[in-house]
Each structure stands twice: as C-alpha cells, then as structure tokens.
C-alpha cells in the first residue's frame, strides 16, 4: 500500500511524540529493528529552535487515558537533523517529520531544511499552536490554517501531512481549508486540552499548567472527527486518538481514514503497533489509500 | 541504525510486553514480597534497571478507574530460570492504586512486564569500597547490587519503622540498620552512619536509593567530601523507555528522562534532588 | 449556602438530561423523597412543542464513559408545565428548568412560559443547537450566545443560567458573551461529540449517528474548561462533566465552580449525588458562592 | 409528589446502588447460575422485575476496558432471607465482557445491585392458563414466575441445544422442551408447540421471554388468534430507573422506557418487537 505515493508495508504508524526510535533503540537493541512496530516512523515534533520542554511533572493519569504537558522538547531542527535524522534513516521505514513554526517564517524554514533531506519521506505540519501576533490557535481556524498551509506549500515537493486540532468548532471546515491551501494528507486527532490538580494543593498538577489529553478515554472523540473531515475532503487521513485495538483501527478505516497511528498504547506497550496491525489483518481489514487529488 | 555505544550497565529488553506469572507473594513486614516468572526476557538485568509492571486482570477501572498506565519497578533479585527467562523479585510498598493491586496478586495470576529497562548501577570507581545506602522500598535496587558485590561491601539502610525494617532481612547479617523511631536497629537517619563511615574513610562509592529527601541528603554528603555516589532516582512515568518524555528530572544538562538517561544518576549530574 | 439568590442545601445538583425525578418516584418510592439524591433538581431539557428524540439504539459504552444520542424527547413546554411540573415542585428542593429553542422567537417563549411558574426557581438555556439559519452552534460562538441570551433576558426576572458548549475554540470567550448579555450563571460542561460504530457492520451504531461523549472519560477535559471559564468571569459556576466522587467534585470547587452538577454517574447509583455530597464534606469542601454583580 | 397509582407488579426499590455478597456459584449448562444476598432490598420483588449488576472489584479497565455501565438481570428466583433483605438466583448467559465478569464470580465477592426495577408481569387475564413461553437465558424471569402461578401453568422452553437446555431443569419435571439442534427435548422452535396449544385452546395468557425474534414471533401468533401476551423486553440500558431515556423501544405510543414503562409490555402495546 501507498500513502500520498510512498510505500508502507502496513497501515500503522506511530503518532508523533509517542515513540522515540533512538531511545527505543538503546533498550531493546536490535531485536527493536527486526520487530519495529509500525509502517512509517513519524518524528516527534521538531522546532527551529531547541526547547527544553515543561517542568516537571509532566503526566497525569485519567480514566482510561493520561494527560501530557511535555512542552515539545527537542533539539531544534540542527540538531534533529544532525544527530537524530542519520540514525532514524536506518530504522528502515519511511521517515514522516513533524515540524511546528511559531510563525510563517520558522515553519517555511523547517519545511525547507527537513524537506531538503533526502532521508525524509513525508512532513507532518503540528498547527497546534497559536498564532503568536493573533492569539489563534492556528489549527482551530481555517483561514490561518490555509495560511500556514499556503506558506510552506512552495518549500517542499514532498508530501505534506496537516495534523489538525481537535479543539475547533468544525474540524472538517479546517480541513478543508488545509487541502484547498495543498495539503496532500490530513491527520487527526491531537490531544485534546485538559487539566488536573494536585489531590493535596489543588494546584495545578502539571507543570504546564494544562495539558493534552489522550488514550482511549478521546476515541469516541476522534472517531466522529474522523468521520467528519472523511465526509468533506478527498485527501488520505491518518486517524488516531485512543487506538488500542485492531477493531479500534477497523473503527478508524471505516470511519474514513487510510492508515491509523497509535499513540498512548504505545507506553504500555511498545510492540503494540504489530500487534493492533496482526489484529488488524486477523479482521480482514486493510488500509484504504486514496490518492491526492495532486501529487506534487 | 548504527549500533550504540556498548553500555555494560544497562541489559537489553525484548520489544514487546509480555506476560510473566506470579510465582510466589508473601508480606514483608510493611511491604509485599512478590516472584515472578519472566518467560523469555534476560536472566541478567542489572542492579538498579527496572521493570515496567500491571496486573492482567483488574488493572483499573471500576470505581477506582486508576491505574491505566503500568508501573515501573526495580527487581530486588534475579534469577536465571532452567526454562529460559528468569525469575524476579518484586519489592512493593502500597502507596496508591497500581501498588495496592500488584500488592495482592497471587500465585497464578498474570502480571504483564515490560523490561528490563533504564541504566543500572555502574561499577565503584577504582580503589574504593562499595557503600549502599538504602532507604525505604528503595533498599530494592540495592539487594542485587548487594548479591552482585559480594562481601565487599557495606550496607546502610534507612526505614520509618520496624514494620518497614523487615526488609533488612532479605540482606542477611551484613547491614547496619536505622529507623526513625528506634523500633528496630538504632534510633535516626540512615544519612549520620553514612556521614560517620565517609568521614572515617573517604574512599568510597556510594550507592543509594530511598525518598527524594534522603537521596538529597546522600548527594550533599557526598558532593562535600568529594565522593562519588550513584543515585537511582524515580519519576512518574508512563512508559518507561524514553517515548513519552513525561519522567524528566532535571539536570545540570538540562532536563534528562530518568527511564532511559537514568534511573541511575552520578551525584554530579544532579544540583539538587527533588 | 445559595446560588444566585436562590437557598441550597448543598452544593450537589444534577446534571440536566440525567435524572428523572418522576420516573425514579416510580421506581424508589417515597424513599426517594426522603433521600434525595441533590440540592435543586435540573429538569431535562424542554423544548416549545413535543419531541420524541432519535430512533434507539442511544447508548454506547466507552472506556470510562458512554456517548448517548438521546436527542431531547421531551412532552413540549405545555406538557411539561402541565404534567410535570407540578410534581417536580413536589421534590422540595429548588427547581432549574432546561430549556432550548431552535430560534430566538422559540427561546422567549420558553423563557417566558417556564419563567411565569412560581415552582420554577431558575431557568438552564441549552443553546447546544445550531443556529437554524446560519447552521452555527450557538454555543460555540460567543457573539450567537450573546443574542440568545440578549433576546430573552427581558423575559423572566429568574435567575438565567447559561449551558455552555464544550466544542468551542474558546469557551471562555463564549462565557464572557453569556455573562455580558444578561447571564446570572454558567454551567459546563455538556457533553463532547463522539461517535461509535457498529461492531460488525461498521456503521454508525447510534441511531442518532454521532452523539455526546460523557462520564469520567471527558473529566479533565471539563476541569480545563471551568478553570478557564472561572478565570474570565464573574459570575456563579455550575462545574460537571464526569464527576463520580468528592474528591473529583471539590477538584471543580477548587477550579473556580461554585457548586457542581452529577450526571452520568448517576446512572451507575442513583444515590451517587449524596455520596459526592458526603465525600465532599468529609473533604472539609463546600461549595463557594460568588454573588452574581447583578441580581435582576 | 402526590403518591403514584398503586402498580402491584412493581416492587419498590431503596433509592441507591447497595453492595449484595455473591453466595454461590455454580455452571448449569451454557449458563452460570449465581446466588446473591441482598441486604436491604425488598424480599418480594416481582417475576420480570429485574436489577442492575455490577461486580465490586474487575469491573472493566485493563485491556478490555469495558463495563463501564451496570448491566440488567431479571431474578430467576428470590426468598426472603432471614436477617433481612432477600437472596437472589440469576441466571447468567456470557454474551460479554459484563456477562463474562459477572459469571466469574464466586463466593464471598462484593456485587454492586440496584433494584428491583422496571414493571413485572402481571396477572393472567381471568378464566385463561398460563402459558409460559421461554428462550434461552430469558427463560430466567419465567422461572419465578412459574413458582408463583404453582402448578397451574404450562411452560414451554425452547434452546439453541442441549447445554442450554439444562436450564430447563429449574422448572422441574412440567416444562416442555425444544431445541434447535433436538440435542435435548423435541426439535424445533419454542412457537410450534404454542401455535399448537393455542389452536387446541386459546383460553390462556402468554407470558413470554426471550430473543427478539422469538418474542416477535409470539406476539404475532397471539395477535392473529386474540390471545394477550405479556412479553419481557432486552434493551441497552445505562441506569434502569428512567433516568437517562437510553433503553426505549418503539411502542404504538411512541417511544417508552424499556426500564420503567417495561420491561414487561402488553403484545398489544407493540407494532412489532425488533
Ligand atoms: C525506576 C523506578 C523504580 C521503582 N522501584 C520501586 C520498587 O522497587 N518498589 C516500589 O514499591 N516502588 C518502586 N518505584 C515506585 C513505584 O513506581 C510507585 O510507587 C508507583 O508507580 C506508584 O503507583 P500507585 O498507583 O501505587 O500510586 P500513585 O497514586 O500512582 O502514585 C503516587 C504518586 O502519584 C501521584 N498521583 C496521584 N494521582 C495521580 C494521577 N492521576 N496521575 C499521576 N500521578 C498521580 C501522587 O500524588 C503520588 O505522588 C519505582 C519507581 C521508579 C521510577
Ligand atoms: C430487563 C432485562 C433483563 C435481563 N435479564 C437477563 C438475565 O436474566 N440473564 C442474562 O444473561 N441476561 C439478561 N439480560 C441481558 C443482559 O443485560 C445483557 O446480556 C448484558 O447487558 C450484556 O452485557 P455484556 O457486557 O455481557 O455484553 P455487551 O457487549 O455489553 O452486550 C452485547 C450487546 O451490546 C452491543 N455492544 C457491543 N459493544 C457495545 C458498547 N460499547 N456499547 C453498547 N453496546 C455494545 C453488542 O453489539 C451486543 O448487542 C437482561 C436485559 C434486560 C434489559
Ligand atoms: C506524551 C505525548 C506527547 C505527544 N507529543 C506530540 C508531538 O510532539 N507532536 C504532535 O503532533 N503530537 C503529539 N502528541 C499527540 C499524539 O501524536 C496523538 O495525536 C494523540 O496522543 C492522540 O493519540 P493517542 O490517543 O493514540 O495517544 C503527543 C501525545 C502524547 C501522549
Ligand atoms: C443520557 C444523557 C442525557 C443528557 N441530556 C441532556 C439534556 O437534556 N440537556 C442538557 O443540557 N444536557 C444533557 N446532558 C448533558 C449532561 O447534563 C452533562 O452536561 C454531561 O453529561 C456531562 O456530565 P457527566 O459527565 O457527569 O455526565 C445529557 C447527558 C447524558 C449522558
Ligand atoms: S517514562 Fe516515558 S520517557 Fe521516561
Ligand atoms: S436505562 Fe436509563 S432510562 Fe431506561
């Protein structure tokens, strides 16, 4: 199977943020690389400039679920492409890096630079953040997701992925707007906003403050969003939020998506990939791939 | 990818979790004592690596709804199994829900494990003696590293009570014991016979594991005199192998994720322990 | 303690949708009178004319949770003022009527007819609908909650309590619109749409299609939306959404609600309001009462 | 309130959810055939009443994470129990993850209950039989009910085979039955016999229980020859006491809770059951 003309053995990636192959590596080994769980590797998310992340404490268990503020630590986008890329180019699944820009200028600088390596197959745009002049959070507007869209559209002839956000009144309107403005792919859902309190203080307990929420406590969540953004746009989709079943992932490809990744089910296990894609094929479903309109 | 700089400390994991079975579970004073048989992971973690641990039944929901996250764990001992695999000990103090449920798994009952995982203790620094100063459940770690070393060493362990004290046994005749309140061995804090040895002689590594505040303690008494220590620390966390970035601790390099830089840090790497 | 003028017992009520008072007289007897499980009862949404809701199935379990797509039966105002009513003044706790209108002309009726009752101690507006003309969640939009509300302000001297929706980029912004177009209170959250298929068919299994995701699963989602809520508004907060025990309802006290609402909880035990209640002052919590800036 | 029309075939209910202890446990067939003690509920509760159950501990979380939600039984049998409240029969058939736990359960273990519920049967239209006609694991509600007509009834029981049919063997030697498979009794559907009777005689009332498709089929046969029938209903269900308007079926008057308005309905309140 393809997804927007590159080749995946399977229909299951990781979600970004879930899975770091480099750390992974130094636990498991090469058994990790003979046994990789998913189909495609994606990054989690790179910025221009290093960031350290949230203070500590960084998680908080829900029902059937966590919440995270980790804050996107990461090396920047020098770093990522200098020390991790060459390592993560031997994982021997096609790479999808997942870029966030504070402004147009950073994410046209990122798209450029990451989408110059030839190790890289697909970028994933994070539009969850807000737009640092206006406020808005830019994934949760159609216009400023076009904006953003349309302003790295010209850097990179390779696919771009939009991952959009749940916390927008119409997330299938915002889609649209991201595949009007070139996106070639769309995936959903991201964490929902969130918070919990210390059971002592009542402060807040992370040290973000908020956080995003996830696991299977999102999926009927992100099953209707799936469903929604499959009914008003012709794109491929990865749908996550919550899979932790081949019959979730069946859930998912019904509802419209052509692969699913996997996130939160990951940290219970990490082999969870092959397996929710062995339950997958003991169910006879398979990923639907639909071709971009355009391939560019 | 390129292979990884060989790291003696640290024993690879299989990829996947899998299911071990309880073997054995009895009470040790406060705290539980549970064997389990890992079917095909290594017969060799290392002293001070950890296991990530949840019940195959019960593991949350219901009105309690936690846990839903498993729990990461130190072996307090391992033992290469005829069979293949290993078996494990398990020293477990209830503190909230996935304690409690792994605390009263019994004999048959399916535990999924995940490991062994993080960086374990490393070898005392050349012409030094080993002192391991345990407090609390933390003494588990250092049961292992305890076997490992042989008579060598010295053993210094910390408890609030003599109910928490019970788990001394486990280490023979061997260690020195402290408790809060002068119900077992003599009457203070593990951080004064510590502070007494180093300053009788110097030379030593010192290895420890306990509550933040004691680990704090260990770090300025050593980083005073100039001893090495090697502090396995803990951190809420939802994985276990470097893939959420949730367990950070912070360093003076910056944050660093305590399952896969750590659990062991060297003194040196922590300004403060908190 | 009160809310909004109107005396309390406690700081327990349900959540709208979630308890039938007559229905459970029925089924618990007097008992139920003698036990009441809250504080004020939150009739179920009333429409203007009758509603038989959306064809069965309307459940669905999640992970910690359930989404149901009920879809609002209800015997009409007049029914309701006429049948109901005065049984529900029977209960001897304070009485919030729900209401929704799918237009402003519908609303002001409502308002006016439920307001007129001297049983009725405030009134809910549910303005979780879509705006007929422009198809807009009401709730969603800060300036199309402010219309409604504006539009029935004059209609009743009874306290107005706003319902808020969660599926909105900011509903702290649409908070602001309710508390300045006339809102004496805030309640959040309602549910958040979610979807479930099928098992075999892979087709929607609600007859309704998508429905509201509910119960602890949407907790923290709720927690975030109260604090952000509490931190630009004046006025009394109703916090709910997955609350199950004292310490998860003094956890909505602490994030700036002035007292909280059991729903879905209430399913499991019907007895669930007083246990929150007692766990809540075994805590040392109560509720806290702002005085709204206005009591027309 | 103004106190609601006395409802005979309606059993009152103490207003919350109560922890009953499981007593017995035993496999009867392809069902189980647990024994609860309630402690506070009423000793009398209706046949086709039913409670909502839930287990204490295991319910849901873990990999399965369903139940989340109680689930509806019809009592096969209760007495009254001599220090008060009542002990309970369920008949159970695993159809689920709530089904399967409930099932597991053994003596000693905490069962959350609620109830009775919903309205029972009612008395048989005067000068008829009773004609008890029953499928599967729905014919738990007929079991009392047949203890209470005493040996006036008839009970026809129709099951998919011979491990099923071993619930039959409750009812004692009077019950006539079928099987699909004629792995036990005669083979066919539980409606021949009926048609039969009721050709031979249709002076009776039909109370009936069990698939939608057999309940469908009794109320047509009743229909078509003038005969009244009460048939107990299966709905998903989250509360059992009206609350959330989630359980309702399609009755010629619109939509009714299957829990309050029911489960019990009249055939004649019903277009078609589905
Ligand atoms: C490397 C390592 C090795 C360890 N080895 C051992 C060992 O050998 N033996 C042993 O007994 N323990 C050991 N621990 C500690 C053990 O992992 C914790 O005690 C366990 O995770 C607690 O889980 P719990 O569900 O029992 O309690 P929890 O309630 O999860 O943990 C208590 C802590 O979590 C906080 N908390 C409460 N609610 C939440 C929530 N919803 N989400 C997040 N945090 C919350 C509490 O405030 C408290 O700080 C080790 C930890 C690490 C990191
Ligand atoms: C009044 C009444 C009396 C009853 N009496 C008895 C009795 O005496 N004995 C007995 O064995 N049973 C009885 N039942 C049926 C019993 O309540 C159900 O079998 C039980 O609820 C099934 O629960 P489960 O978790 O085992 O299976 P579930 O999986 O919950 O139930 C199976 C059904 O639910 C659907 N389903 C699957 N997933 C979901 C989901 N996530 N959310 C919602 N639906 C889903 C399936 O498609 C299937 O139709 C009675 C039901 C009622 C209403
Ligand atoms: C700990 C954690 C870190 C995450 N980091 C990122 C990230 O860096 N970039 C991103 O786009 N999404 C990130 N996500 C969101 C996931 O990619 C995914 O959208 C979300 O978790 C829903 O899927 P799940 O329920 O399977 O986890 C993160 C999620 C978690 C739980
Ligand atoms: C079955 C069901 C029916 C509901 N009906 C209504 C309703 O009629 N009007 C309304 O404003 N909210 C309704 N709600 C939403 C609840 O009032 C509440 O906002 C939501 O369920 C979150 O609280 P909870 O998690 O405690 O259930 C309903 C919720 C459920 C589960
Ligand atoms: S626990 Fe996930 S990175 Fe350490
Ligand atoms: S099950 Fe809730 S109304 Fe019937």
Redesign the pocket.
Known sequence: MELCGVELGGPVL?????FDAIAARRAFGDALLERFPFDAF?S??VTLGPRQGNPPP??WETPA??I?S?G?P?KGMEGFLVNDLPELARLGVPLVV?V?GFDHDELAALVEGVGAREEVAML?L?V?CPNVESGVLVGADPAETAAAVGAVRGRTTKPLVV?LSPSSVDPAAVAVAAQEAGADAL?????LKGMALHPQTRRPWLGGETG?A???A??AV?LEQVTAVAERTTIPIVG?????SGRDAADFLAAGADVV???????RDPGAGRRIAAELAALGATGRVRTPEAVR | MSVPMAEPHRTLAPPERRVAEVRGARRLGAYDLITARDPVGPPDPRPGQFYMLAAGDGWGGGTGERPFLPRAFSHAAARPHPGGGAELDFLLEDVGPGTHRLGEMGAGEALMLLGPLGAGFRPPVQGTRPLLVGGGVGVAPLLCLHRELGADDQVLLGFRSGAHAAAAELFGDGARVVTEDGSAGSMGLVTEPLAAELDGDPAATVFSCGPPAMLEAVRALCAQRGVECQLALESGM?CGFG????CVVETVAGYERVCVDGPVFAGSQLARVV
Chains 1, 3 share one sequence.
């Not at chain 1, 995936?187 to 964490?191: E, F, G, H, Q, V």
């Not at chain 1, 996550?240 to 932790?244: N, P």
């Open positions: 990781n979600a970004s943020g879930t994606v989690k998310t960084r998680l679920g966590m995270n980790i996107l990461n997942s966030m994933e994070n969850s991952k995936s959903l859902i991201n964490t995003g996830s696991g299977p999102v999926r992100a996550m939020g919550g899979i932790a990744a996997v996130g939160t089910e990951s940290f | 939802a893939a959420c970035f949730g």
